[in-house]
């Protein structure tokens, strides 16, 4: 019977090298892709922006999963595509997608009717960083590889920390406000058993952390990831408007100390997810500091007020903080992903926790400072540059221009609320702390019935049936949720930059109209 296969590795790698393109070219057609890049680059400028500037154009093309399936084509197959069906994969990409983005004259924002999420759309010249940085594809690791970046990365930190006030301090771009989250969580550990980085947890006593009850959800997954586990995240209790109790806190710490527990860190929040409350710092920091506890703010949405001359004082304390979570991705629109973790630690600590000593990338003998040799603080080893869509972007309109962004949208949250007051059926679950706005609405069915046993089942029916409505219809998107014991309401998230009274009144008739017949 005869051999069927190849007698020799050579022969077997000459059989492969036959089944291949021809060796003598390379495998990618530059001028080709560079013709797909332009294509692509028209289809971005005209299904993206420019019918983003339209408020006649549908914030969202919505398709059941199914039917979406199909449209997109998204299976994968052996053999590629010719350019032009890809490039009506491009066109159908931009089709789908929630229209996030909002031109006008020199800016991008969100869409004047996104008002979902705590973001939406991107600043231009933080666009043209994105673009710049993907093309580059820089990995942030060494000063040998990214010398720009290294240094613009630590100079962009060393702002924002000034804005936090600190003078001094370390800190590096995260991705996402959970991870700088998490990251806050292992240095506080490290800091005090720093032994666990070697012996890990079985030596260590049962450690907890502190966090109010509408603190962001990453604080229980962090503690889990960690090996901490969630039952030792004590949930602090906090006031109508969701802010942080430090006497609850102080009780709740003594209460674990009499118990065995070691009490190591409290994460406070900075504009909280539902309604953007913001935790008393300063008084928490006495408690932190009597207590010898790390300090965490989880800044990641409310952290821009600090532009703010008129509403930094939100964030009183944060200075006595020992790390802040920020995400200018956020408020500043600065494009996802952009979320920094600050430090007021000027001993190493990121590097001390999470450095391996790679010897193949962080060699001790380099030409160079290796302390521009960042990677080694990071527990990733590939990083994507952030910090020039924040720094390109805070070079063209300034810490003055970046302020008015942030006063703008304290301005359109004060026109919101006052023209609902006027309106019969609106109701606030409070007056809004920051740009959140928590409300419900009431349709006329239910006007005058709150007394009916059946009353808030009712209630907590009307705000998902909006939600599919403006959806499917496309004419805007709002988040809506329970919260404890209240049912269902509306959550509005107002901060784009161009955002207008004339959007405002629409969204408040556009509730109406939605949900008049419920």
Same mark, same amino acid.
């Given at each position: ?6 007698? /020799? /590795?050579?022969?077997?790698?000459? !059989? ?46 919505? $398709? ?26 491009? $066109? ?6 929630? $229209? ?25 010249? /933080? ?71 070697? !012996? ?74 539902? !309604? ?7 008084? =928490? ?78 060699? !001790? ?12 603080? /990071?527990?990733?080893?590939?990083? $994507? ?28 949250? =004060? ?104």
């Amino acid at each position: 019977m005869s051999n069927t296969f190849p007698s /020799s /590795s050579a022969e077997k790698q000459t !059989q492969e090298a036959d089944n291949l393109h021809d060796l003598t070219e390379p495998l990618i057609d530059h001028t080709e892709g560079q013709l797909f890049l332009n294509e692509t680059f028209k289809i971005i400028i005209e299904e993206v922006l420019s019918k983003g500037t339209d408020v006649k154009e549908k914030v969202c093309e919505w $398709k059941e999963p199914e039917q979406l399936a199909l449209l997109l084509d998204l299976e994968l197959r052996a053999a590629g595509e010719p350019q032009h069906r890809l490039l009506q994969r491009v $066109k159908d990409v931009a089709k789908y997608s929630v $229209k996030t983005i909002f031109l006008f004259l020199l800016l991008i924002s969100g869409h004047p009717r996104f008002f979902n999420q705590q973001f939406g759309g991107v600043d231009y010249h /933080s666009l043209a960083g994105r673009f710049l940085t993907e093309s580059l594809n820089t990995n942030l690791f060494t000063y040998e590889v990214a010398p720009v970046f290294v240094l613009m990365e630590t100079e962009v930190l060393r702002g924002l920390r000034q804005l936090v006030g600190w003078t001094e301090g370390d800190g590096l771009f995260c991705p996402g406000g959970s991870t700088s989250n998490m990251y806050a969580m292992n240095l506080a550990r490290y800091r005090l058993f720093p032994e666990v980085k070697t !012996q890990g947890l079985w030596g260590l006593p049962r450690l907890t952390v502190f966090t109010s009850a509408e603190s962001h959800y990453s604080v229980k997954k962090g503690a889990g990831f960690l090996g901490l586990g969630t039952d030792n995240v004590i949930l602090v209790k906090t006031d109508d408007g969701g802010r942080m109790i430090p006497r609850d806190l102080e009780e709740k710490i003594t209460l674990a100390k009499s118990q065995g527990a070691v009490p190591f860190l409290v994460s406070c929040t900075a504009g909280t997810t539902v !309604q953007g409350a913001f935790d008393p710092l300063d008084h =928490i920091a006495d408690v932190c500091e009597k207590h010898k506890l790390w300090l965490h703010v989880d800044a990641a949405w409310g952290g821009s007020v600090l532009f703010s001359k008129q509403h930094r004082r939100l964030m009183k304390g944060v200075d006595r903080a020992n790390s802040v979570a920020w995400n200018p991705h956020k408020m500043l629109v600065a494009g996802l992903q952009c979320s920094a973790l600050l430090l007021k630690d000027t001993t190493n600590l990121l590097k001390q926790c999470h450095s391996a000593s790679a010897t193949y990338l962080f060699q !001790q003998d380099k030409f160079y400072d290796i302390n521009l040799d960042v990677g080694d603080k /990071s527990l990733q080893c590939s990083r $994507k540059v952030d910090c020039l869509k924040l720094w390109l972007m805070w070079k063209a309109v300034g810490s003055d221009g970046l302020a008015e962004r942030v006063d703008k949208a304290f301005f359109h949250v =004060i026109y919101l609320v006052e023209q609902m007051k006027k309106r019969e059926g609106f109701h606030l679950l409070g007056e809004p702390e920051f740009v959140n706005v928590c409300f419900w609405y009431i349709p006329p069915s239910l006007r005058g019935k709150e007394g009916d046993a059946d009353y808030q089942d009712r209630l907590a029916k009307v705000a998902p049936v909006v939600k599919e409505r403006m959806v499917k219809l496309g004419t805007m998107m709002v988040g809506y949720q329970p919260l404890g014991n209240r049912v269902n309401f509306f959550r509005a998230i107002i901060f784009s930059p161009l955002i207008s009274q004339r959007d405002m009144d629409f969204f408040l008739d556009e509730i109406e109209r939605l949900g008049n017949d419920l």
